[in-house]
């Protein structure tokens, strides 16, 4: 614009001191251009150094802040573009630091996480290996703690396993297949690999779904999910109750419903039933916290959702809704 100005002047003044013959009209005509011009590139040069001031106080202020400060508004024209630029370079790499400052802390609680978890297994190892040691020990006794040290490293390694699934599914680096599955038939395996579970407590496990309902899903993964929903429910059932699974479709979706009458869950546990690690006040001793929370993160993988309805003495219900996708 001050370009464009500054040839508008000339001009102006071409044509006057073409109009015009005096000598002296013309000298004061060509004097007033100069004084102009010299004015505006004065103004100009200001200006521009104004603003390269202000963008740099502004780039000073975001290595000095957390957070992203606001960006005044300059007029349009060539340092409008340049500051439009700044500024998205400035959102970019806020949001890669960002990104990268929530990976590390993810990272970091993992790590704690899997440490604070394998402590307890691990001293015990470790206290059964001292005793193993003793010449005073029998033979069967011998063969007792090993079974145990057995049974600690499995579920060191059940452990492990499971919190590295869980981390992949939250980095979204687990690959889902998406395979046409029959609800039904894998419902039925699902119940299968509960039977004696539930025929230990005498508890009913009644399986309603229709043999024509089909999803896509990863079957593998899918199956341990449910089977998760339907453990956690057969745990906190009383003998002689009663674990169900019904299942509906329509076109919009796949709804699952499992529920058990059991013990419930308390109203202020129940807003973390899917949090990594937690436990309510009712979870038995062996229980880790993290099936529920791997469930949550196979279904959400998978276009769908879950959700958790309870009462204190009344029974939960696991509501998994699955979003339809295109068969294949």
């Not at 449910?226 to 169900?244: A, M």
Request: charged content about 25%.
């Amino acid at each position: 614009m001050t370009s464009w100005l500054q040839i508008m002047i000339i001009g102006i003044t071409a044509i006057l001191c073409a109009v015009v013959r005096e000598q002296q009209i013309m000298c004061i005509i060509l004097t007033g251009c100069i004084i102009i011009l010299f004015l505006i590139h004065f103004f100009y040069q200001k200006n521009c150094e104004k603003q390269l001031s202000e963008m740099i106080s502004y780039l000073g202020l975001v290595q000095e802040r957390q957070d992203l400060p606001e960006l005044k508004t300059f007029q349009e024209g060539q340092f409008g573009i340049l500051q439009s630029e700044i500024y998205k370079v400035v959102v970019l790499l806020k949001e890669t630091y960002s990104k990268e400052l929530k990976q590390k802390k993810y990272m970091a609680d993992m790590l704690s996480d899997i440490s604070h978890q394998i402590k307890t297994p691990i001293a015990a190892i470790t206290i059964m290996t001292d005793l193993l040691e003793s010449s005073e020990l029998s033979e069967e006794e011998r063969l007792e703690y090993a079974a145990k040290i057995d049974k600690q490293v499995n579920r060191i390694t059940w452990l492990i396993r499971n919190l590295l699934t869980i981390s992949q599914l939250e980095a979204d680096v687990l690959e889902l297949k998406q395979e046409k599955v029959n609800l039904q038939h894998l419902m039925e395996r699902v119940g299968e690999a509960f039977e004696l579970m539930a025929e230990v407590k005498n508890i009913s496990l009644e399986i309603q779904v229709n043999s024509e309902i089909w999803m896509v899903c990863d079957e593998h993964w899918t199956n341990e999910a449910f089977s998760n929903i339907v453990k956690n429910c057969i745990e906190h059932t009383p003998e002689g109750g009663r674990v169900s699974i019904c299942a509906s479709q329509d076109n919009i979706a796949t709804h699952i419903k499992i529920s058990d009458n059991g013990e419930g869950v308390e109203p202020e546990h129940l807003p973390h039933i899917f949090e990594r690690f937690y436990k309510a006040g009712n979870t038995s001793g062996n229980s880790v916290g993290i099936g529920l929370s791997m469930t949550k993160q196979i279904v959400l993988k998978q276009n769908g959702t879950i959700s958790v309805a309870s009462e204190k003495g009344n029974g939960t219900e696991f509501y998994v809704k699955m979003y339809r996708v295109k068969t294949i």
